[in-house]
């Protein structure tokens, strides 16, 4: 509704259309086509008018005047300072009016490094494709160590002496049953990712041998092979195996006197340190089950246990630790199981190779010292070996080793039971259950079933 404005010097009357202001001497009305009609002013008006212009003039001499001027125009500074937009907010104003008005709200991308990466390779896109394939090569380079460290994880290790087997025909027909049984038996297999890796200590005749036995399986793709050269094997271990040769052997010509079959001994200070676990075996084995759960059986170690090996199954060391059961009565040492230490058999074993490397108690045993202060206070004087060595140490720290069953190294040989022994031999050779690996040792006959 328009509106008129009657001004009196400072005063000033709004006036609306659809009414008029009646005074003595002025006299406005809305017209009838809606003008303005100005009607004459009378003398009275003048003096009225004379008289307001000195009450005006007195206003603007006023201190009080002044003062409130001056507040008023701070006050309405204040909020026109309050209230006043930049061009940037009345651009965001109106973008949200346009998006709200358009029935959505423009997304608010917030300033991250990420958005200004983007922005940059928007830009430039030479050191776009640059990164690009600096990021595929590193993925490539991260996928070639995953699958690098999947396929060792996947490898099975087993070892095998097969040594001087030139003209030894028993001793080819018992590798021959035991890495045949081995893989007929395993469930390990490349379409599962998995593969058994052979490791044979051979000489050269011996190796050419063996590459006739295993080649069949190894042409299929389902065997890893690697041979070690006894020699420069007995040369690495002949300074940490000396004090035990001295100890455990009949003699340096004798079948147990070389270096090499105190390899197990050492073998964590032999191998790779990518090499975790290893199952060594005799060759004189047939394998009635699958080796995969020998191989599940170091997950049952306890944490101070290095090897894996089962308890001698006649009363070899109750014979040969005479002396020291005569001076000790009552004591464990070489008595039948289940409560008795009969010692061990070292014809399968489990090594933990990294807890063998990092046992600083084993590690500590390695010692030609220690070696003859246990030997001269057990009174024994040994020909079998690493097992004679095994079998010393549990003596003493028995935490070292977990304990296979009797079935996972079933022995055959019976050699002791008409030595004097025949009364106590069957607490020895007792076996109950279902039989894994039968062990034909001191060259015995293995059941066919």
Known sequence: MPRYILETCCTTFYVS??????????????????????????????????HTLQMGLKMLTSLKFWVAIVVVALVLGFYQLAGRETFSDLLTKEKKMSAAHMGHTAPAYPKTKAR??????????VKDEKESHEEADKSLKIEEQHAKESSQESEYHVLQMFTKAGNNRGLIDKFKLC?????????????????????????????????????????????????????QLTETLHPIVKPMQEKFSAGAKAYYGDSIFFLSVGMHKVFPSDTKHIVQLDCDLKFRSDIRELFDMFDHFESENV???????????RHTFWQYRNEHKGTKVGNPPPDGQPGFNSGVLLLDLDKMRASSLYNSLLNGTVVRTMSEEFHFKGHLGDQDYFTLLSYRYPQLFHVLPCTWNRQLCTWWQDKGYQEVFDFYHDCAGEVNIYHGNCNTPIPDR
Do not use: C
């Open 179 to 231: 890495f045949n049984s081995m893989m007929q038996k395993s469930s390990i297999r490349p379409d599962n990712g998995e593969i058994l890796h052979l490791h044979l200590v051979s000489d050269p005749d011996s190796k050419a041998i063996a590459e006739g036995i295993v080649g069949t399986w190894l042409q299929k793709g389902l065997l890893k092979l690697s041979f070690h050269d006894p020699v």
């Open 116 to 125: 200004a990466k983007i922005d940059t390779k928007e830009l430039n896109p």
């Open 17 to 50: 259309d659809e009414y008029s202001l009646s005074s003595p001497g002025t006299n406005m009305a809305k017209g009838g086509s809606g003008k303005r009609v100005q009607r004459p002013i009378s003398a009275s008006s003048s003096s009225r008018r004379f």
């Open 307 to 317: 090897i894996g090996i089962a308890e001698e199954q006649q009363p070899v060391y």
